[in-house]
């Protein structure tokens, strides 16, 4: 799933939920060969862009899951073998799902995932996340102890955060690590960040290109950075390591919502004192 949640969850069209936490039926048997098709060409066209660009964590955890190129991924395969390795699941749903639903799955260790696949006419365009999204983007993630107790702590503290309306600010830290982040490997940046993993131009755009930023994360300025939904992001944010996301697991996060109160809100674009700029973009992209 993607935060872009926190603007649009419960707005899909008036949808009804069959169950109560608004999973669905994955039904991969009826699945056509066109849908099966689409995944095979946004799978072969993405995994060729991976090596090198992706982070060992990622690259790991794709190679031990029953995912490849053939058909979309059988949700229970998937399961099983994550179930095992973190004790993760992973539930289809139909497309985004209410804040509270996406947090509680979280919560609960289990991972919503889209259940329906883009056409072949749209395979750049994505409106709601979909299988491929969050399947090829999210799952080999949370193979990874660290992204899966990570991804279980943000959605405890978005329950939070939902009491506190703090959701704006907890957001931008699930935005820019699970959905955009960038880490730190051998001295080279590599992608983590699904909503980059799975977007064909994406992908080089966050390492290659001139225009966006490149900035060291720090948790109170990335709390304060807003972020586009419209279009590629114009500031990355590098992690030291995956396992530093185990330090914002740990952290209660209430005392520094208050303490961010009074600050301004950024632009995505903007570069402040104090950032740690490993690539200061020219902004061409969105001038
Ligand atoms: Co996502």
């Not at 066209?45 to 190129?69: E, H, N």
């Not at 991804?151 to 703090?166: I, K, P, S, T």
């Not at 051998?186 to 490149?214: C, K, Q, V, Y």
Request: proline content about 5%; some cysteine.
């Amino acid at each position: 799933m993607d935060q872009i949640v926190s603007e649009k969850h419960g707005v899909v069209g008036g949808y009804v939920p069959e169950r109560p936490d608004w999973t669905i039926a994955q039904d991969w048997q009826a699945y056509s060969s066109e849908e099966h098709g689409v995944w095979r060409t946004l799978f072969e066209r993405q995994v060729a862009l991976m090596p090198g660009r992706a982070c060992q964590a990622y690259m790991d955890g794709l190679r031990d899951l029953p995912i490849d190129a053939d058909t979309i991924p059988d949700f229970e395969k998937l399961s099983d073998v994550l179930m095992r390795r973190t004790g993760w699941q992973v539930v289809a749903v139909p497309g985004m799902v209410p804040n509270d639903v996406f947090f509680d799955h979280l919560a609960n260790r289990r991972f919503p995932a889209g259940q329906f696949i883009r056409k072949a006419h749209e395979l750049d365009y994505l409106q709601e996340p979909d299988v491929f999204h969050d399947v090829f983007g999210h799952v080999p993630m949370m193979m990874n102890p660290v992204m899966a107790d990570f991804m279980q702590a943000y959605g405890e503290g978005g329950l939070r955060a939902d009491r506190l309306g703090e959701l704006d600010r907890l957001a931008r830290l699930y935005w820019y690590t699970v959905e955009f982040g960038l880490v730190e490997e051998a001295g080279a940046l590599r992608i983590f960040g699904a909503g980059i993993l799975s977007s064909f131009s994406e992908t080089r755009f966050a390492l290659e290109d001139a225009s966006p930023n490149r900035i060291g994360f720090d948790l109170r300025r990335v709390m304060r950075t807003l972020y586009r939904i419209d279009d590629f992001q114009e500031s990355y944010f590098v992690l030291p390591s995956i396992d530093s996301l185990l330090d914002f697991a740990r952290t209660d996060f209430a005392p520094i919502y208050d303490e961010l109160h009074n600050t301004r809100d950024l632009a995505a674009a903007e570069v402040i004192e104090g950032d740690r700029v490993f690539t200061r973009g020219t902004g061409e992209r969105t001038r």
